[in-house]
C-alpha cells in the first residue's frame, strides 16, 4: 500500500532564512512524487512533481524538491522563505502503475515570521 | 493550464436533506474524477475515485449510499451527500486528471466545498 509521512505538523521559519519541509514515502515500485500547497479554506495548488530524471525539481514560487531513492524521501525546498509563504504543504505519492489515486501525507504547517 | 471549477463553495443545510457538489474541468476532459474529504487541521481523505460512464470506486469506510457520485460526462462529476448529518460536515474537495499519455499527470484541484448540517 502507499503511504507518505510528513513527520512535522508545524515548520516554522524567520522570513529570509532557508526552509525544508520534510516527506518520506512508500510505494510498490516507482513513484510519482508531488507537493502540493493550501491556503485557507481554498482548494490545492500544484508546486512541483517529480516523474524521473533528474533528482532535483524544480517548481513554482521558486520551491525545489530532492528526490532521494535510498532515503525515499522527497523534502521541499527553499533557499530563502517569504511571509506568503506561510501556507499547509502536502507531500502526495502515486505508483506509476495503472490509474492509481493519488496518496497524501498528513500536511505540515509552515510559518514565516517576518 | 487545467482548470477544475467547484460548486458551492459554501452550503449550509438542516440535518436530513441531500446536498449536491458539482465538480467540472473546465478546458479538459477527465474520464477519471477524485473526490476528497478534508477535515479540520487534518490531510485530505479520498473517498471515491469516479469514472465517467460506470459506477464510482469507493475507499474503504465510505458508505456508498451516503455518498452518491455520478459521472455522467468527460467534465462532470457530482457527489450527492444524502440524507445529511452534522458528522457530514466537512470540507469536500474533488480533482481530476487531463488525460494524456503521461502517467505522471498533476491533479487539479477545485476550491473546495465547505458543508455545514446543522
Known amino acids: ?114 | 493550464g487545467a482548470v477544475v471549477s467547484q460548486h458551492p463553495s459554501r452550503v449550509i443545510c438542516k440535518s436530513g436533506t441531500s446536498v449536491k457538489i458539482e465538480c467540472r474541468s473546465l478546458d479538459f476532459q477527465a474520464t477519471t474524477m477524485f473526490w476528497y474529504r478534508q477535515f479540520p487541521k487534518q490531510s485530505l481523505m479520498l473517498m471515491a475515485t469516479s469514472n465517467e460512464g460506470s459506477k464510482a470506486t469507493y475507499e474503504q469506510g465510505v458508505e456508498k449510499d451516503k455518498f452518491l457520485i455520478n459521472h455522467a460526462s468527460l467534465t462532470l462529476s457530482t457527489l450527492t451527500v444524502t440524507s445529511a448529518h452534522p458528522e457530514d460536515s466537512s470540507f469536500y474537495i474533488c480533482s481530476a486528471r487531463e488525460e494524456t499519455n503521461s502517467g505522471a499527470n498533476v491533479l487539479t484541484f477545485g476550491a473546495g466545498s465547505r458543508l455545514t448540517v446543522l
Open chain 1, 1 to 114: 500500500a502507499q503511504s507518505v509521512a510528513q513527520p512535522e505538523d508545524q515548520v516554522n521559519v524567520a522570513e529570509g532564512n532557508p526552509l525544508t519541509v520534510k516527506c518520506t514515502y512508500s510505494v510498490s515500485g516507482n513513484p510519482y512524487l508531488f507537493w502540493y500547497v493550501q491556503y485557507p479554506n481554498r482548494g490545492l495548488q500544484f508546486l512541483l512533481k517529480y516523474i524521473t530524471g533528474d533528482n532535483l525539481v524544480k517548481g513554482s514560487y521558486g520551491f525545489e524538491a530532492e528526490f532521494n531513492k535510498s532515503q525515499t524521501s522527497f523534502h521541499l525546498k527553499k533557499p530563502s522563505a517569504l511571509v506568503s509563504d506561510s501556507a499547509l504543504y502536502f507531500c502526495a505519492v502515486r505508483g506509476q502503475a495503472g490509474n492509481t489515486p493519488l496518496v497524501f501525507g498528513k500536511g505540515t504547517r509552515l510559518s514565516v515570521i517576518a
